[in-house]
């Protein structure tokens, strides 16, 4: 193929090639895929319900029945951490899809508004960055309860401000541009040039920092679940299948499939779900080639 033909295609369609010559991030989005399919289909196909409490199988180690052993309630381990994977997984994407639609539109109103306007939005964001984050979410979790709705909604209306400041940067860098001009010429409102001009342009940074949200997202949800604030029984999350596996005795001499298989699948995908946002933003970035 001719350079020609190479510098013809569009930044997207360039982008799209750059992630796919990196070996690392396709690794990792083939093992997320991997896991994620995993995480739908083996609680459907398996022949242990993951509710069923069968006491005298408890902390049963590994064997060719319960492949990755029982919990302290006599439970399949391996059913359950596939249905943590789902339940952490579902969370994640749902609260950083929040924290998109927050973000963004603060974010670019500010940017395409400007003047006092941007001063008092930006203002009020700093005044969150300086405020204990995570102390408040758990503040909150405490007085709302526990419950998967409850998570996601908190953890994403707490998880918005750097991404109204990456689309305050773009539109600011976009809104003298001779397109936005034009529109402006022709009496667009507002409201219409941000959602048809402006958001469509910053697509790619804000992409690529919404997959690297999403496992900081699913950290601090496996955080609150070990705290004992996060999913509740019987749904079960990563964190809350950690932190029934290290309350058990001795967890990394004894029982240490309690702890192994659910903290090794959390660190696995949240290796993943960071290679791939690496390798997005790198592709992403129009000064490489």
């Known amino acids: 193929m001719t350079d020609a033909a190479i510098d013809s295609r569009s930044p997207t369609q360039l982008a799209l090639r750059r992630f796919l010559k990196n070996r690392r991030a396709m690794v990792s989005f083939w093992i997320l895929l991997t896991v994620g399919l995993s995480t739908l289909l083996v609680p459907l196909v398996s022949p242990h319900d993951f509710r069923t409490q069968i006491l005298e199988l408890q902390k049963q180690a590994p064997s060719g029945t319960y492949w990755m052993g ?23 994407v749902l609260a950083t899809a929040i924290s998109l639609l927050i973000g963004v539109a603060y974010g670019a109103t500010a940017g395409f508004v400007g003047h006092r306007v941007d001063t008092l939005m930006m203002r009020f964001v700093d005044i969150l960055y300086g405020l204990p984050t995570m102390f408040l979410v758990i503040i909150v979790m405490a007085v709302l309860g526990r419950s998967f709705l409850v998570v996601f909604m908190v953890l994403g209306c707490f ?18 541009k001779e397109f936005v001009e034009a529109a402006r010429a022709l009496g667009v409102a507002t409201p ?42 019987p749904a079960t999350s990563w964190g809350l299948l950690i932190s029934d596996g290290a309350s058990a005795l001795n967890p990394l001499r004894v029982y240490w499939w309690l702890v192994v298989f659910p903290g090794s699948e959390l660190a696995i995908t949240l290796f993943c779900l960071n290679a791939v946002g690496d390798g997005l933003r790198d592709a992403f970035d129009v000064q490489q080639k």
């Open 70 to 92: 029982t919990d302290p309630n006599g439970r399949d381990l391996l059913v359950r951490s596939f249905m943590g994977g789902r339940i952490s997984f579902a969370v994640g």
């Open 159 to 176: 998880s918005w401000m750097t991404m109204s400041r990456i689309v305050r940067g773009q539109v600011l860098s976009l809104k003298e």
């Open 192 to 233: 219409a040039i941000i959602a048809r001009h402006m958001i469509p342009n910053i697509l790619g940074p804000v992409i690529v920092y919404s997959t690297l949200t999403v496992p900081s997202v699913m950290l601090q949800e496996a955080f609150l679940s070990f705290l004992g604030l996060g999913i509740s029984e």
